[in-house]
């Protein structure tokens, strides 16, 4: 079973960066696709940006050349560093994991207030 635990999460201002961390128990993170994905209040969650194992990177347009993924397979971890931050990157922030299957972790709040 794997359990996924974010953190970095908070309050910044339009501009501002901030970091989001998502640690992995198990032994499959180094295999699996993982990322980042967020839920606005009314909205649809929809993916923010994913990484492979071998290090491929996908980004929603909209957060393109702002946020970065990346992941560290000897601590189990992905990251996601967000600059530029705008009110409408306003959301919840959930890790995912899939390895033939989706994990969730219970997700971050990340508010931009303008």
């Known amino acids: 079973q794997v359990q996924l635990v974010e953190s970095g999460g908070g309050l910044v201002q339009a501009g501002g960066s901030l970091r989001l961390s998502c640690a992995a128990s198990?032994?499959?993170?180094?295999?699996?696709?993982v990322g980042w994905y967020r839920q606005a209040p009314g909205k649809q969650r929809e993916l923010v940006a994913d990484?492979?194992?071998?290090?491929?990177?996908n980004y929603a347009d909209s957060v393109k050349g702002r946020f970065t993924i990346s992941r560290d397979n000897a601590k189990n971890t992905v990251y996601l560093q967000m600059n530029n931050l705008k009110p409408e990157d306003t959301a919840v922030y959930y890790c995912?994991?899939?390895?033939?299957?989706?994990?969730w972790g219970q997700g971050t709040q990340v508010t931009v207030s303008s």
């Open positions: 990484i492979t194992s071998g290090g491929s990177t």
């Open positions: 995912n994991l899939r390895r033939f299957v989706d994990y």
């Open positions: 198990g032994n499959i993170f180094s295999v699996a696709v």
